[in-house]
């Protein structure tokens, strides 16, 4: 009875915060496109491997990151929103500074708070791990001054979901790669939801990535964009401008971690499942771990929004993990919640 109840709990909470999205995205602001500016844009993609769409451009500069605090660099990839096109984190240094290992911490969609993040970078920070916040496209201070938090990051305009998947992706390469270069012997993502597909590929495409930890990330992103609650706006409006699922569909791979094996180590790799999610059903998630044989992977009672995937992530990590972060009195101290 008590499972029956959570389950309701968890539905009713998660259509809630759906609808909310549904209702917003209503307002178009990240544009619109037709079926012909469809087809051209993806027309350039036309026999690209994933490799190929998340590859950092010639001669870019990968950026000093600072010992601790804010910092800001130019973004892989530029956009016609101005507040966009600038890549921002927040560093915590670990105990040896950013010779430490490191973990960047990625948030979900329209994530308005970091308060719960900052929580957990000091936990990492107590097993000498630097943690680094990073703001995906459209967030945060990437945010357009017209818009919320991460409004315009994933709509019905597929051209600018597609680009601020590669943004985020070739933002996170420009991060990771600063951090070895600053030093740090491990660098890992920790991420939930929308920057868990971020992450996803970027553990496909960046062999200086060594660990993922991914909360309900959207893997499946079929399932993502025409069967999803979340999505209900984007595939009314995508079927007005007569788009059906079927010209999207050769363009998928491009954009969908299940369709790729990962270069970080399989051991080295946590997925995370609620059991009531609907935006990344279990049963799918639980395919991506086996598709990427070797992971590891467990299911929380919890839908895709709730409070309990991060501290089980935290313990699962450090069990399944102990050659990453031994075990200390650290790991028994106070779990926070991620805003």
Not at 4 to 29: C, K, P, V
Not at 44 to 60: E, F
Not at 201 to 230: F, G, M, N, R
Request: net charge neutral; hydrophobic share 40%.
């Amino acid at each position: 009875m008590r499972s029956f109840f959570h389950r309701i709990l968890s539905l009713t909470i998660d259509e809630m915060a759906f609808g909310s999205i549904n209702l917003l995205q209503r307002r178009a602001r990240a544009g619109k496109h037709t079926r012909e500016e469809f087809h051209q844009y993806f027309s350039r993609w036309k026999g690209a491997t994933v490799q190929d769409m998340y590859r950092l451009p010639a001669g870019i500069e990968i950026p000093k990151i600072p010992l601790s605090g804010h910092f800001s660099h130019t973004s892989s990839l530029q956009t016609d929103r101005g507040e966009n096109n600038s890549l921002h984190i927040q560093v915590w240094p670990g105990s040896q500074g950013l010779r430490s290992p490191a973990m960047i911490l990625l948030h979900g969609f329209m994530s308005v708070s970091d308060k719960g993040y900052r929580i957990w970078a000091q936990h990492l920070n107590t097993l000498g791990w630097t943690a680094v916040f990073f703001d995906l496209p459209y967030h945060y201070h990437r945010c357009p001054a017209d818009t919320v938090s991460g409004e315009i990051a994933l709509t019905s305009n597929l051209i600018r979901t597609v680009e601020t998947i590669r943004q985020g992706v070739m933002d996170l390469r420009l991060v990771t790669l600063g951090l070895r270069e600053a030093g740090a012997p491990e660098v890992g993502c920790w991420a939930t939801s929308f920057g868990g597909w971020m992450s996803a590929l970027l553990a496909i495409v960046e062999p200086a990535l060594s660990t993922l930890w991914l909360v309900e990330p959207i893997a499946d992103v079929e399932h993502a964009i025409w069967q999803s609650p979340a999505t209900r706006t984007l595939r009314l409006q995508l079927r007005e401008r007569g788009i059906p699922r079927e010209d999207t569909l050769p363009y998928i791979p491009l954009v969908c971690p299940s369709h790729h094996a990962p270069v970080v180590s399989p051991d080295n790799i946590l997925i995370l499942a609620g059991e009531y999610d609907q935006i990344t059903p279990q049963h799918r998630l639980e395919l991506l771990s086996q598709r990427w044989k070797g992971s590891h992977f467990a299911r929380i009672p919890q839908g895709h929004v709730g409070y309990q995937l991060m501290p089980a992530c935290w313990r699962l990590a450090m069990e399944t993990m102990p050659h990453l972060f031994p075990p200390t009195e650290a790991m028994l101290a106070k779990e926070p919640v991620t805003g």
